[in-house]
Nanobody, 119 residues
Framework: QVQLEESGGGLVQPGGSLRLSCAAS????????MGWYRQAPGKQRELVAT???????NYADSVKGRFTISRDNAKNTVYLQMNSLKPEDTAVYYC?????????????WGQGTQVTVSS
């Protein structure tokens, strides 16, 4: 019943910036950690950044200092500010959420948004 919808992807030149958004909607009980993953052409899916409900963050080494993850708990929305983008950042970016209903855990995923970094 709960859905995640990403937005904000697109085409940007190297060195440019984009901000991705992911909003959860539906019958939400409790969302704990949220995060962003990406999958580049010919590569495996990798973690980009995560953030807990308390605001603790974690980043992949490849994006540290360039990307910033944040969230608005009242809006059930997570953001990814991407600066100094590189061609190697090109990938489909997926939003993830840890939805808890009592003692049950549901791993939610969005449909993905394409980010292309090219001159």
């Amino acid at each position: 019943q709960v859905q995640l919808e990403e937005s904000g992807g697109g085409l940007v030149q190297p060195g440019g910036s984009l901000r991705l958004s992911c909003a959860a909607s539906g019958r939400i009980f409790s969302i704990n950690a949220m995060g962003w993953y990406r999958q580049a052409p010919g590569k495996q899916r990798e973690l980009v950044a995560t953030i807990t409900s308390g605001g603790s963050t974690n980043y992949a080494d490849s994006v540290k200092g360039r990307f910033t993850i944040s969230r608005d708990n009242a809006k059930n929305t997570v953001y990814l500010q991407m600066n100094s983008l590189k061609p190697e950042d090109t990938a489909v970016y997926y939003c993830n959420a840890d939805h808890r209903i009592m003692l049950k855990k549901y791993d939610l995923w969005g449909q993905g948004t394409q980010v292309t970094v090219s001159s």
